[in-house]
């Protein structure tokens, strides 16, 4: 593979991005359109991937399944990114009771798994929508950027370029914003496209088991009705789980992509 040439896993990604926007406007049905007649078919002409219980086209909740994944990914990933960047530059930069304080924070959210982290937020509320969906998700989702930018931050606070700054008499706020900020971004955006792929996992995971927004069509809430008939009707199942598998694996190479491009050793 050349250097110019773009690996598989940044058009599946780019794919997924696009249909997050376009989804809804290419589904040739509704997702709630109901169609007796042809239950559980197997892929045709006129359902191009089938359909699952009650009639209802798969390629259609797709398409808005990938809609609901790309809002939450974006939004807690962007989320994340701004608080970790802010949380772990200030405690690398700053350091003693701030280092302490934050590390202990990200420590004790990383204490609990992940998952029944999520869980256990989105149990406080009794009909979760979209935005409880988010926030579970923005509970750790930051503390792996906070991770990465105070690593980042604890070098940069040393280098020649920073000290220069001090010694000019730039403010704190000045050396962190303008200096020490843009020069860690690389490892988080690199963090971040890795993230997406996660955050549709988890997005699925929670939409699985029945915590997902409930009026919203959703990759996890398609691979769960597939389970039930997956003896029967196997094709309902697979193809939820082939959509979620190839979005995290763009996703993931994507950030493989962008860690070797961005590394100057490269």
């Known amino acids: 593979m050349t250097r110019s040439a773009l690996p598989i896993g940044v058009w599946i990604a780019g794919v997924f991005l696009a249909l997050a926007v376009l989804g809804p406007w290419l589904a040739p049905y509704s997702p709630r359109t109901i169609d007796l007649a042809h239950e559980y078919e197997t892929p045709s002409l ?5 359909t699952t219980d009650n009639g209802v086209d798969i390629l259609s909740m797709l398409l808005h399944g990938a809609r609901l994944a790309g809002i939450v990914a974006i939004t807690v990933v962007l989320g994340s990114l701004a608080i970790g960047t802010l949380l772990g530059t200030l405690a690398g930069y700053r350091g003693g009771r701030s280092d302490h304080v934050i590390s202990g924070v990200c420590d004790l959210v990383q204490a609990f798994p992940s998952l029944v982290l999520n869980v256990a937020v989105l149990a406080l509320v009794a009909r979760p929508g979209l935005l409880h969906l988010v926030l579970a998700l923005l509970v750790n989702g930051w503390v792996l950027f906070a991770r990465i930018a105070r690593a980042q931050a604890l070098v940069l606070r040393q280098a020649e370029f920073v000290q220069a700054a001090r010694a000019l008499g730039y403010s704190e706020a000045r050396i962190v914003t303008r200096h020490v900020m843009p020069s860690l971004m690389g490892p988080l955006v690199v963090q971040a496209s890795a993230a997406l792929g996660s955050t549709v996992l988890a ?3 929670l939409s699985f ?3 997902g927004p409930g009026a919203s069509a959703s990759f996890g809430a398609l691979l769960d009705q597939g389970s039930s008939v997956l003896l029967r009707f196997p094709h309902v199942a697979l ?5 979620i598998a190839l979005t995290v694996y763009g996703c ?5 992509y962008l860690r070797d491009r961005l590394d100057p050793r490269s």
């Open 46 to 50: 006129r359902h191009l991937l089938g």
């Open 203 to 205: 997005e699925s995971t």
């Open 209 to 211: 088991l029945g915590l």
């Open 239 to 243: 193809i939820a789980g082939s959509a």
């Open 252 to 256: 993931h190479r994507t950030g493989d």
